[in-house]
């Protein structure tokens, strides 16, 4: 009989050992089960039989596998159903996945052929740039080259002009040929505004100042006051001629004028005054003609006043002669024998011509003029010019 062992509360249990779960018989009861019991000869009613308690633990137990199972059912499922949905994601993912990767494959290959497209355009920008540069440095060599031979072509004109304006002032005595001729190239020069020929600018200013300091015989107006000189000579009287004496003209007055002072005298004047005038106006006309009769003129060299009217002709052309001979003189750079010749003609008027004459001073004050101009002048040489233009010419 196992043993039965009592719980809370006053209950008699049966040990789980028990292997016969009808057999109660052995159980004692209690001393309150004792104390329960009807008395004897009485009615005891029959009690219920309880279930046993190993059934309600396995329906507890299947119940509760039941209910497990259904969870683990439902969880599976609900596995199932997630597991599904990943792998539909991972599908579509994938698919994705494949569609960006081909797509950035050929995106891959376009960019490469992009690349490849714009390889060879660079490639030909640079080709036709490396052209380009070529064409600008060969360029840029033809305009140095052109703007090279234009300046040494300037150079040449001007260094020309120079040397011919330098003869051509050699030849007539001035200096205005050099100071134009510098002035014109350092215009040119000017224009041209290159730096490496502000060299040849200074220079030509240099030479330019030099000359212009410079007071260089001006052999043409010279050659025109002798020519005026010899003009003047049929005309200038001679010792040997006596000529009369005129008289400066008084100009006539207007008829209007004229007529007026007569009515005007004609009323004023009375008849005395009118005899008184007119014999004063005679007598000095007769006075006049009488002091032309007899003129005293001091002569230094009785020979001069001697001299035939035909050797007086011969006088003149000498003196003609003479400055005709101070003018070659001049315009061939002979400044010495051109003032021998002038003194000679001077000593000649002195000597055969009246000197009181107006015509004789204004022609030897003209011979004086050319005798005192005319020396001799070295003019300048423009070195320092020529020096510039041949180092600009050189590329110095």
């Known amino acids: 009989m196992p043993p039965v062992r009592r719980r809370r509360g006053g209950l008699p249990t049966i040990d789980r050992e028990s292997t016969d779960p009808h057999d109660v018989s052995d159980v004692a009861p209690t001393p309150e089960s004792r104390d329960d019991s009807p008395p004897p000869g009485a009615v005891v009613p029959a009690a219920p039989v309880a279930a046993p308690p190993a059934t309600r633990w396995w329906a507890a137990i299947a119940a509760l596998l039941l209910v497990l199972g259904v969870l683990a059912l439902a969880l599976a499922w609900k596995t199932d159903q997630r597991v599904a949905s990943l792998e539909q994601e991972l599908v579509k993912r994938q698919q994705d996945s ?17 690349m490849g497209a714009a390889a060879a355009k660079v490639a030909l920008l640079e080709a036709r740039v490396a052209e380009v540069a070529l064409q600008r440095t060969q360029l840029e060599d033809l305009i140095q080259s052109l703007s090279r031979s234009r300046d040494e072509n300037l150079l040449v004109d001007i260094e020309a002009a120079i040397r011919m304006a330098q003869q051509q002032g050699a030849i007539t005595g ?4 050099l100071v134009l001729v510098l002035r014109q190239s350092d215009e040119r020069l000017a224009r041209y505004s290159q730096p ?35 003009r003047m000579v049929d005309d ?36 005395p005054a ?39 002709f011969f006088v003149r052309e000498n003196l003609k002669l003479r400055l005709l001979n101070a003018r070659l003189a001049l315009l061939s750079r002979q400044f010495a024998a051109a003032q021998a010749d002038l003194l000679s003609a001077q000593a000649m008027i002195d000597r055969y011509f009246d000197r009181g004459s107006r015509r004789a001073t204004a022609a030897s004050e003209l011979m004086k003029q050319v005798a005192q ?6 003019l300048p040489r423009p070195d320092d010019t020529l020096a510039a233009l041949t180092a600009a010419a050189a590329g110095r």
């Open 236 to 271: 200038l009287p001679m010792l040997a001629v006596a000529e009369p004496r005129r008289e400066p003209q008084r100009p006539a007055a207007p008829a209007s004028a004229a007529r007026a002072a007569a009515a005007a005298s004609a009323q004023a004047w009375t008849l």
């Open 174 to 177: 001035s200096t205005e040929p």
């Open 373 to 378: 101009q005319s020396r001799q002048i070295v």
């Open 274 to 312: 009118a005899w008184g005038e007119a014999w004063s106006g005679v007598s000095s006309r007769v006075w006049a003609e009488i002091r032309s009769l007899v003129r005293v003129t001091p002569v230094a060299h009785p020979d001069a006043a001697l001299l035939a009217p035909e050797q007086a």
């Open 98 to 114: 494949a569609r960006q990767a081909v797509e950035a494959q050929m995106l891959a290959k376009q960019a490469h052929e992009g």
């Open 196 to 230: 490496r020929l502000e060299g040849v600018r200074r220079a030509i200013a240099r030479d330019l100042d030099r000359v212009k300091s410079i007071g260089a015989t001006d052999v043409a107006s010279l050659t025109i006051k002798l020519d005026e000189a010899m």
